[in-house]
């Protein structure tokens, strides 16, 4: 098999930092040991709710927070920031796209200037001819025409914002984009637009894609793969038709039964969603599942030994010492 | 004048009666119509869902009722809460009114919540303040509105202030603190858009519960799947204007207007076949400065023809439903 595009071992992350007003330290473990793993023009989604760690494996990813354990491989290189020669390379091979589309454009420059911009910094492109010629290529790529190089970010709406931060991201012909919630903040008939434009950049150029969402029916119709993330650890890893057909772990599934059915006839027939509540007072004991707290199929065993993330079939991986009895449920 | 003929028989009915109302904010670049004349009732014991994507006016008509606009707009029309006028009333008549009659759920419980002050104190405030209550008795009905808005240990979380509290939690104490006078009718603005998935499915199910005890709530949301599980009946705005009015199975079984059919297709499902392309809308909302002529919806309509380039179309009504739509679908954009 051939080296994937990305890999992930073993990866730790720890926030050292002090608390409010300084009067506690404290340490926040991020990632506790996440491994995922990205094919060449493959989609992989990482899905958890706030605080899960899925941003701060896509920073780890870039190379902008150094991991506390665990490695992250990029083609086979193990990252190391001070390495400049292959680091400025793999910043052109991995280019993400974030939440907020006006936060991630300069104010002061055409969207056609900040595209060429990232032409310049990273592949040192400053010809008038090619950066024309490059530009107006990846703002047709997605779907703009060439009048809007000439705009200003208060002159777009949401989703041309986001548009253009793809056209920067995609211009030096990268290998990975790793998208942050890069739909999450548009309108429903915009996000359909840019979630179609992702599936075909990625299609049509071979990019891969890492896609960190927090709404799985979003993830279900762009990704290959799909990994779980809750509370900094990976609790299941599975092939979207399987993740979605038959979710393994309780969270997995909760997280599945949460998203709200645009049907009424089902909608109102659903029931409470047996999870207990988040927040605190649910900090799992050291060592045990960290979902036990909220886990309405928990027992003794879970509150007191933390499951080892092992093969569930179907090209599956779960961490959940009862995946096996409550597939039957 | 009222211009609804199918709500003359459910006059009486109506806790909120909004006619024509328009909110307009004067900018730099001239003035700006964000609610270009609605006229919408509020039904005793329904929660009524207004749906739209950013720009759709959507939020700013329930502001503008509740005279929260920001100091450059202003408001025209009618919107009349239990016969009482609120356009062109006092600030003091409206201070009064919010709160007690009116209460209001917004997206970020951190701006409802004073972040010194103890939870258990911010819910008594307004009522004691006003004297409606003497402090047992608000202590009393706000550990129960906790209690049923489902808080565990509301005596522990009376004591604790606000960044003690989950996200959730918090959304909770505000939908609580919503409660604690008593109000005929919950403004609810985009109240779980904030917080992560599960904790939505959590305070959905306390807004369930609640509009299971007969409570009259507007919903305002640009999400469809929080419609399908709450609302009664669904208005549809997009531009500043209403396009369809219809209770909840109509609207999601059979939408009249093209713009609702649309949107309900480019919603993400999870009964979708993995990896389809989603259904999409080409081209953008207009915005809120833009010159419109004809409907608004017609650059993005597949099924525009001249006359829709040419008039706005009427909200019209029929059989309890309505469009504004020169060839509403027949029967959904199915058939």
Same mark, same amino acid.
């Given at each position: 098999?051939?080296?994937?595009?990305?890999?992930?071992?073993?990866?730790?992350?720890?926030?050292?930092?002090?608390?409010?007003?300084?009067?506690?330290?404290?340490?926040?473990?991020?990632?506790?040991?996440?491994?995922?793993?990205?094919?060449?023009?493959?989609?992989?989604?990482?899905?958890?709710?706030?605080?899960?760690?899925?941003?701060?494996?896509?920073?780890?990813?870039?190379?902008?927070?150094?991991?506390?354990?665990?490695? +992250?491989?990029?083609?086979?290189?193990?990252?190391?920031?001070?390495?400049?020669?292959?680091?400025?390379?793999?910043?052109?091979?991995?280019?993400?796209?974030?939440?907020?589309?006006?936060?991630?454009?300069?104010?002061?420059?055409?969207?056609?200037?900040?595209?060429?911009?990232?032409?310049?910094?990273?592949?040192?492109?400053?010809?008038?001819?090619?950066?024309?010629?490059?530009?107006?290529?990846?703002?047709?790529?997605?779907?703009?025409?060439?009048?809007?190089?000439?705009?200003?970010?208060?002159?777009?709406?949401?989703?041309?914002?986001?548009?253009?931060?793809?056209?920067?991201?995609?211009?030096?012909?990268?290998?990975?984009?790793?998208?942050?919630?890069?739909?999450?903040?548009?309108?429903?008939?915009?996000?359909?637009?840019?979630?179609?434009?992702?599936?075909?950049?990625?299609?049509?150029?071979?990019?891969?894609?890492?896609?960190?969402?927090?709404?799985?029916?979003?993830?279900?119709?762009?990704?290959?793969? +799909?990994?779980?993330?809750?509370?900094?650890?990976?609790?299941?890893?599975?092939?979207?038709?399987?993740?979605?057909?038959?979710?393994?772990?309780?969270?997995?599934?909760?997280?599945?039964?949460?998203?709200?059915?645009?049907?009424?006839?089902?909608?109102?027939?659903?029931?409470?969603?047996?999870?207990?509540?988040?927040?605190?007072?649910?900090?799992?004991?050291?060592?045990?599942?960290?979902?036990?707290?909220?886990?309405?199929?928990?027992?003794?065993?879970?509150?007191?030994?933390?499951?080892?993330?092992?093969?569930?079939?179907?090209?599956?991986?779960?961490?959940?010492?009862?995946?096996?009895?409550?597939?039957?449920? | 004048?009222?211009?609804?003929? @199918?709500?003359?028989?459910?006059?009486?009915?109506?806790?909120?009666?909004?006619?024509?109302?328009?909110?307009?904010?004067?900018?730099?670049?001239?003035?700006?119509?964000?609610?270009?004349?609605?006229?919408?009732?509020?039904?005793?014991?329904?929660?009524?869902?207004?749906?739209?994507?950013?720009?759709?006016?959507?939020?700013?008509? &329930?502001?503008?009722?509740?005279?929260?606009?920001?100091?450059?707009?202003?408001?025209?029309?009618?919107?009349?809460?239990?016969?009482?006028?609120?356009?062109?009333?006092?600030?003091?008549?409206?201070?009064?009114?919010?709160?007690?009659?009116?209460?209001?759920?917004?997206?970020?419980?951190?701006?409802?919540?004073?972040?010194?002050?103890?939870?258990?104190?911010?819910?008594?405030?307004?009522?004691?303040?006003?004297?409606?209550?003497?402090?047992?008795?608000?202590?009393?009905?706000?550990?129960?509105?906790?209690?049923?808005?489902? #808080?565990?240990?509301?005596?522990?979380?009376?004591?604790?202030?606000?960044?003690?509290?989950?996200?959730?939690?918090?959304?909770?104490?505000? #939908?609580?603190?919503?409660?604690?006078?008593?109000?005929?009718?919950?403004?609810?603005?985009?109240?779980?858009?904030?917080?992560?998935?599960?904790?939505?499915?959590?305070?959905?199910?306390?807004?369930?519960?609640?509009? @299971?005890?007969?409570?009259?709530?507007?919903?305002?949301?640009?999400?469809?799947?929080?419609?399908? @599980?709450?609302?009664?009946?669904?208005?549809?705005?997009?531009?500043?204007?209403?396009?369809?009015?219809?209770?909840?199975?109509?609207?999601?079984?059979?939408?009249?207007?093209?713009?609702?059919?649309?949107?309900?297709?480019? #919603?993400?499902?999870?009964?979708?076949?993995?990896?389809?392309?989603?259904?999409?809308?080409?081209?953008?909302?207009?915005?809120?400065?833009?010159?419109?002529?004809?409907?608004? &919806?017609?650059?993005?309509?597949?099924?525009?023809?001249?006359?829709?380039?040419?008039?706005?179309?009427?909200?019209?009504?029929?059989?309890?439903?309505?469009?504004?739509?020169?060839?509403?679908?027949?029967?959904?954009?199915?058939?």
């Amino acid at each position: 098999m051939s080296t994937p595009l990305l890999e992930v071992r073993g990866l730790r992350v720890d926030y050292a930092g002090s608390g409010f007003l300084r009067t506690r330290r404290h340490t926040v473990h991020a990632l506790r040991g996440v491994d995922v793993e990205l094919g060449e023009g493959r989609s992989l989604g990482i899905v958890g709710e706030s605080g899960c760690g899925k941003s701060t494996l896509a920073r780890a990813v870039l190379g902008l927070v150094t991991p506390t354990a665990g490695e +992250v491989s990029w083609r086979g290189w193990t990252i190391d920031t001070s390495d400049r020669a292959r680091m400025l390379q793999m910043r052109r091979e991995v280019q993400v796209v974030f939440q907020d589309p006006f936060g991630s454009l300069d104010p002061r420059m055409t969207a056609g200037a900040s595209v060429a911009e990232a032409l310049d910094a990273l592949e040192g492109v400053t010809d008038a001819a090619t950066v024309r010629s490059r530009v107006a290529g990846a703002f047709r790529s997605v779907g703009l025409d060439d009048g809007f190089a000439s705009r200003y970010p208060h002159e777009l709406s949401g989703g041309q914002c986001q548009r253009v931060a793809i056209a920067r991201a995609t211009v030096v012909r990268p290998r990975l984009l790793i998208c942050d919630e890069a739909v999450s903040a548009l309108d429903v008939s915009v996000q359909a637009q840019i979630v179609n434009l992702l599936a075909d950049l990625s299609r049509r150029q071979g990019i891969g894609l890492l896609f960190i969402s927090h709404n799985l029916a979003v993830v279900r119709h762009l990704c290959d793969e +799909v990994a779980v993330l809750y509370l900094g650890r990976l609790v299941e890893r599975a092939p979207r038709e399987a993740l979605f057909a038959t979710p393994r772990h309780p969270y997995t599934r909760a997280l599945l039964a949460a998203v709200p059915a645009p049907d009424p006839r089902v909608a109102s027939r659903l029931g409470t969603v047996a999870l207990a509540e988040e927040g605190a007072g649910l900090s799992p004991a050291a060592g045990a599942c960290a979902f036990a707290p909220r886990c309405p199929h928990a027992t003794e065993t879970c509150r007191r030994q933390r499951p080892e993330i092992e093969p569930a079939g179907d090209g599956t991986v779960v961490a959940c010492h009862r995946w096996r009895e409550l597939a039957t449920v | 004048m009222r211009s609804t003929p @199918g709500s003359a028989d459910v006059a009486d009915e109506a806790l909120l009666a909004l006619d024509d109302l328009r909110v307009t904010f004067d900018t730099e670049q001239g003035p700006v119509q964000a609610v270009r004349g609605v006229t919408l009732d509020v039904r005793a014991g329904e929660c009524l869902a207004v749906v739209g994507e950013s720009g759709s006016g959507k939020s700013q008509l &329930f502001l503008a009722c509740l005279g929260l606009l920001s100091a450059n707009g202003q408001t025209l029309g009618s919107a009349r809460l239990q016969g009482v006028e609120l356009v062109g009333a006092t600030e003091r008549s409206l201070a009064a009114l919010r709160g007690a009659r009116v209460g209001l759920v917004s997206q970020d419980p951190m701006n409802a919540l004073t972040p010194h002050m103890k939870i258990g104190e911010q819910l008594m405030e307004f009522v004691l303040d006003r004297g409606h209550m003497k402090t047992p008795e608000a202590r009393a009905r706000a550990l129960e509105l906790m209690r049923s808005v489902g #808080i565990a240990e509301p005596e522990a979380r009376f004591e604790q202030y606000p960044h003690e509290l989950s996200g959730g939690q918090r959304q909770r104490v505000a #939908i609580a603190m919503a409660f604690m006078p008593g109000p005929a009718l919950l403004v609810a603005d985009e109240p779980t858009t904030a917080l992560d998935v599960t904790v939505q499915a959590q305070v959905l199910d306390v807004l369930r519960q609640l509009r @299971g005890q007969g409570l009259t709530t507007v919903l305002i949301t640009h999400d469809l799947g929080v419609v399908a @599980g709450l609302a009664d009946r669904v208005a549809v705005m997009y531009a500043g204007v209403v396009v369809e009015v219809a209770s909840v199975v109509e609207l999601f079984e059979s939408p009249r207007h093209p713009y609702t059919a649309a949107l309900l297709e480019s #919603i993400p499902r999870l009964d979708a076949k993995p990896g389809a392309r989603l259904a999409s809308i080409e081209g953008q909302p207009p915005r809120p400065q833009e010159r419109l002529q004809g409907c608004p &919806f017609a650059p993005r309509c597949p099924g525009a023809r001249e006359r829709c380039r040419a008039s706005e179309p009427r909200l019209e009504w029929g059989a309890g439903r309505a469009s504004a739509c020169h060839a509403p679908l027949p029967g959904g954009w199915a058939a």
